[in-house]
């Protein structure tokens, strides 16, 4: 342990090189998830640092995620989860949102979108074909009258055509956005009226696609679906801005 946690100067914030040392230690692997830290007495010698300096460090490790902090057992590395990143993620778009958020969020579904078609058309499996049947089929009995739940039904069909890509990089990505399309979507329906048609359409051109393995297709539905958002947006938000 004396590689990992040498003493440090007192130039800076004791606390913030504390934190910052223990963090590369974490990120270069040294430290691997699960590991358990040295006790809080070995730290300060390691340091030869105060318990009230080493304790504010470990305090915002701990708020960040980084270490677990064990009442009578101990401080250990933390898992880092795919929710924590999202949940990030799903704060930030949360506390932006507005109409222009609207349209930087149909643009990166432009930019992603047709490529997580083509992708989910290549990998997809049977599961995914059965689970994506089952969205739209739910979406066509639903009540008109039920716009969360048809909005909700929706979402679930762009969730499950990323996770169709086999990609969970796909899925941090893009949850976050698709947690946003039922709002998004709300505005749209009270709206325009027919837009849950055009789009039930789509989702069932794409997964024709996708059932057939056509990833050319699959992306080429997607970029339809996707710029009649935008003209969506430009004919009853854009003047909102």
């Not at 999202?86 to 643009?107: G, H």
């Not at 089929?137 to 909700?152: K, M, S, W």
Request: proline share 2%; with cysteine.
């Amino acid at each position: 342990m004396e590689e990992l946690f040498g003493k440090i100067g007192t130039s800076q914030t004791l606390s913030q090189k504390i934190e910052r040392k223990i963090e590369e230690a974490i990120r270069s692997k040294r430290l691997i998830t699960g590991a358990k830290l040295p006790s809080e007495k070995e730290l300060c010698e390691s340091f030869a640092v105060s318990r009230t300096a080493l304790r504010e460090a470990l305090r915002r490790l701990s708020a960040r995620g980084l270490i677990e902090i064990k009442k009578g057992s101990g401080m250990y590395v933390s898992e880092i989860k795919i929710e924590d990143a999202i949940k990030s993620l799903n704060l930030y778009y949360d506390l932006k949102f507005d109409s222009s958020l609207i349209r930087q969020i149909i643009e990166v579904r432009r930019i992603f979108e047709p490529e997580i078609g083509r992708l989910a058309a290549i990998n997809r499996t049977d599961d995914d074909v059965k689970l994506l049947q089952s969205n739209i089929a739910e979406l066509e009995r639903c009540n008109p009258d039920n716009t969360q739940l048809e909005v909700d039904l929706i979402n679930r069909f762009h969730m499950n055509m990323a996770k169709a890509t086999g990609n969970p990089i796909v899925i941090i990505s893009m949850e976050p956005i698709y947690s946003l399309l039922p709002r998004m979507r709300n505005m749209i329906y009270a709206n325009i009226e027919g837009e849950k048609e055009y789009t039930v359409r789509l989702q069932h051109e794409i997964l024709k696609a996708v059932i057939d393995k056509d990833s050319e297709r699959s992306y080429q539905y997607t970029v339809e679906l996707l710029e009649r958002n935008m003209e969506v947006y430009d004919k009853y938000f854009k003047d909102t801005d």
